[in-house]
């Protein structure tokens, strides 16, 4: 009887253990047991690629963001164009300018070889690779939590509708990011990752010629010389005055008219962001802080974990 019972009592904690790895929530040592190296590999292909070149920092950060923004952070921005996946990577916000997607490729190569096997979603490898971008870049860390799984699908109608564009206004942009489940601060806090890379002509053509208010004209004229009226539009410019250190002068900038997107300078435009752009501006412990805190509140959104999704062999295509 006593044996009988110690079956039973054995078989539904087996069950039970089953059940919550299958919906288990994300923590930050998922991979600690099953690939202790992974953590790691992801953080040296990073300062590779950044060492290599700055920019590569800013570019990783925001494939993290724009992967996010599109149903969740499930890696669906890596997958490439095929009959049955709509690739993300063609949608207004994505073609010609997200980029990194070789280092992703890389690390997806490093962390598998490591680990003996693929174990380690490509989500995760994102999500990760933006905090060490971060930090490689000087700015702050934080614990990402672990265990996100892969899309199967892609869409670029959702990246064209869903991701934010620089030509947003205040309202636009706090309606953008509460459809993602982020408020006011998150907003602001988020765009703070501007402190970091740079952005292309034909995205502030029109605020550099044609906006007279809320733009300092000297910071205007001296974008113009590198940004045509026609033609050049992927010339680069910096979104703040340090594009490859993480810092406040993003802010700085706001505050003295010169943020380089409109949607940027909308942050500081007489709105109710204004004064936690004044914050950030002369308080680079509360911003990193925040910038942080936001985060992690962004990659846990509309995620797949447990049985849902996959891990992808190879990041840029389905299983």
């Not at 190296?37 to 300062?47: G, M």
């Not at 004064?275 to 936001?294: G, I, M, P, W």
């Amino acid at each position: 009887m006593a044996s009988s019972y110690s079956f039973v009592f054995l078989h539904v904690l087996v069950i039970f253990s089953l059940a919550r790895m299958a919906f288990a929530d994300l923590s930050d040592d998922f991979y600690d047991d099953i690939c202790p190296q992974a953590l790691p590999t992801i953080r040296r292909v990073v300062e590779d690629a950044v060492r290599q070149e700055r920019r590569m920092g800013a570019s990783l950060l925001r494939l993290h963001f724009h992967d996010c923004f599109v149903n969740g952070c499930d890696a669906s921005i890596l997958l490439d164009q095929t009959a049955t996946i709509d690739s993300e990577k063609t949608s207004r916000a994505n073609n010609n300018s997200t980029r990194g997607f070789e280092v992703i490729d890389r690390i997806k190569s490093e962390v598998d070889k490591v680990c003996g096997r693929p174990v380690v979603s490509c989500a995760d490898i994102l999500a990760v690779a933006a905090r060490d971008s971060v930090v490689a870049l000087h700015g702050p860390t934080w614990e990402v939590q672990l265990g996100r799984r892969d899309s199967t699908t892609a869409s670029r109608t959702t990246a064209n509708n869903d991701i934010p564009t620089p030509l947003m206004d205040l309202p636009a942009l706090i309606d953008n990011f509460k459809k993602q489940g982020l408020d006011e601060e998150d907003l602001v806090a988020l765009s703070g990752a501007h402190t970091l890379g740079f952005a292309q002509c034909s995205t502030f053509r029109n605020r550099i010629y044609s906006e007279t208010n809320n733009i300092d004209s000297t910071f205007a004229s001296q974008r113009q010389a590198n940004c045509p009226r026609s033609g050049g539009d992927s010339n680069l410019a910096s979104l703040d005055p340090t594009p490859a250190l993480f810092d406040s002068k993003y802010f700085s900038n706001l505050v003295s008219k010169k943020g380089l997107l409109h949607s940027d300078q909308a942050l500081f435009s007489g709105g109710e962001t204004d004064e936690l752009v004044k914050t950030y501006s002369t308080n680079l412990r509360t911003f990193s802080k925040d910038f942080a805190k936001s985060m992690i509140k962004m990659g846990n959104i509309k995620l797949l974990t447990g049985n849902q999704g996959q891990i992808r062999i190879d990041c840029r295509k389905v299983n």
